[in-house]
């Protein structure tokens, strides 16, 4: 696509997305002068559905008027609540609706997973993780090692950026599995750095590890909802995201969890059980035995919290109708166009780590500003910019197709340059 430094070119692409009548079903944050803030920071929290609050005046409603009696009278009863959500997060993530289901958070989900999936023994006791992966990723992985009795120290293996380098080379996490893979009992990424943008490509970093013998597991909470994951088709063995980001799930709000099917029906399978993942036609005799659902719904363990479901799957309904594919079109029309706009303001100012090509990426670009500190991130802020700071020197913006314009692109772009030269 050849793009233009120009308002009237950006308000052109807005008049031909046949997106753009998205926007109007989210909330946008107001600055006190009354105007919209140029929202980008979907990456870290999605905006609010306009729809959400029917939703969840619709469960209290129930509540009020039913008590317990909602769990099967309420307009949508809650006994089988999550269910009403599978088949629409299914889609997101390019699962089978019975490889995929809503429930807990991210991390929480995560220890659950690799319960199943971290299994080590004798030399085969290691975790390959990356070296700058979301913070909680590691102290998860951490603990697991610990809980085994092992020291982290020399079951994690860390992949590293090359010297003068910020993002993984595929070729190097290839090598690292091929050297070291009859030690590694878990391959588990993030499959969209959080910090750089950096795409990882699942089906192929799974072939790698499978072929070793290791079990590989992506924690998803950049991808979800940002990225077609074609989970099923990668062959992985699970996944995990949260549903707040791209997924505009509202704060804290509930994750997903993926098993592959062929793991549902392992009745060896370690696992922490709950009564929610219990066979549901039985599930309220209460005095039989564990009996796993033959669906990752037996990774559940709780009932599920409906107010915080109902957040998610008001969103979700907005995905099922605007569809993956359509929203990756324009993401990397709406990426393409910031990086397009910021790279105009000089190489010797700009520094995008993020890789420049679109299969290598989703809808966040990280910038860096040379001889910059926070404060540059301060301005563009009190200007109008919500976007978000990672230390030491990253601005991350995140123009999400759901909700974002060109315009705003173009907007950003008018408020860093003016922040710059001034």
């Known amino acids: 696509?050849?793009?233009?430094?120009?308002?009237?070119?950006?308000?052109?692409?807005?008049?031909?997305?046949?997106?753009?009548?998205?926007?109007?079903?989210?909330?946008?944050?107001?600055?006190?002068?009354?105007?919209?803030?140029?929202?980008?920071?979907?990456?870290?929290?999605?905006?609010?559905?306009?729809?959400?609050?029917?939703?969840?005046?619709?469960?209290?409603?129930?509540?009020?008027?039913?008590?317990?009696?909602?769990?099967?009278?309420?307009?949508?009863?809650?006994?089988?609540?999550?269910?009403?959500?599978?088949?629409?997060?299914?889609?997101?993530?390019?699962?089978?609706?019975?490889?995929?289901?809503?429930?807990?958070?991210?991390?929480?989900?995560?220890?659950?997973?690799?319960?199943?999936?971290?299994?080590?023994?004798?030399?085969?006791?290691?975790?390959?993780?990356?070296?700058d992966a979301f913070p909680s990723d590691k102290y998860a992985a951490e603990s697991q090692i610990r809980f085994h009795g092992l020291d982290p120290k020399e079951c994690l293996i860390e992949l590293k950026a090359r010297p003068g380098e910020v993002c993984l080379r595929h070729e190097d996490i290839q090598q690292v599995i091929e050297n070291q893979g009859d030690e590694i009992a878990l391959v588990m990424l993030g499959n969209t750095n959080y910090y750089t943008g950096q795409y990882f490509d699942i089906k192929k970093i799974t072939e790698w590890g499978h072929a070793k013998g290791c079990f590989v597991g992506f924690d998803c909470a950049h991808g979800a909802g940002n990225m077609p994951l074609n989970l099923h088709e990668s062959n992985c063995d699970f996944a995990v995201w949260c549903n707040y980001k791209y997924l505009n799930s509202g704060p804290g709000g509930m994750g997903g969890a993926y098993v592959h099917e062929r793991h549902h029906h392992d009745a060896a399978i370690p696992r922490f059980e709950g009564w929610w993942g219990h066979n549901k036609t039985t599930r309220f005799k209460m005095r039989d035995a564990f009996d796993p659902m033959p669906t990752t719904e037996a990774w559940q363990l709780s009932n599920p919290p409906i107010l915080a479901m109902a957040a998610v799957w008001a969103s979700l309904k907005i995905f099922d109708e605007a569809g993956m594919d359509r929203l990756r079109k324009k993401?990397?029309?709406?990426?393409?166009?910031?990086?397009?706009?910021?790279?105009?303001?000089?190489?010797?100012?700009?520094?995008?780590?993020?890789?420049?090509?679109?299969?290598?990426?989703?809808?966040?670009?990280?910038?860096?500003?040379?001889n910059a500190d926070k404060k540059l991130f301060e301005i563009i802020t009190e200007k109008g910019v919500i976007a978000d700071w990672r230390e030491p020197d990253v601005i991350r913006v995140a123009p999400v197709p759901m909700y974002n314009s060109f315009e705003d692109v173009f907007n950003f772009y008018e408020i860093l340059k003016r922040a710059i030269i001034n």
């Not at 105007?35 to 999605?46: E, R, T």
């Not at 317990?68 to 390019?94: D, I, Q, S």
């Not at 990426?335 to 993020?354: H, P, Q």
């Open 1 to 131: 696509m050849k793009y233009e430094n120009s308002l009237t070119f950006a308000r052109q692409m807005d008049e031909k997305d046949e997106l753009r009548a998205y926007r109007s079903q989210f909330h946008l944050p107001i600055q006190k002068n009354g105007q919209a803030y140029v929202y980008l920071c979907g990456n870290s929290l999605g905006l609010q559905p306009k729809t959400v609050e029917a939703a969840l005046q619709q469960e209290l409603l129930d509540w009020k008027n039913l008590g317990v009696e909602g769990h099967f009278h309420a307009k949508n009863p809650w006994m089988p609540y999550h269910e009403f959500l599978t088949h629409a997060m299914a889609k997101v993530v390019g699962a089978k609706p019975e490889e995929v289901v809503v429930m807990n958070t991210l991390t929480v989900n995560l220890h659950l997973m690799m319960v199943s999936f971290y299994r080590p023994k004798n030399k085969r006791n290691k975790i390959l993780i990356e070296a």
């Open 331 to 370: 993401a990397i029309a709406l990426t393409g166009y910031m990086e397009f706009l910021v790279k105009s303001l000089g190489d010797d100012v700009i520094n995008i780590i993020t890789p420049s090509d679109p299969k290598q990426r989703g809808s966040q670009l990280s910038i860096q500003v040379k």
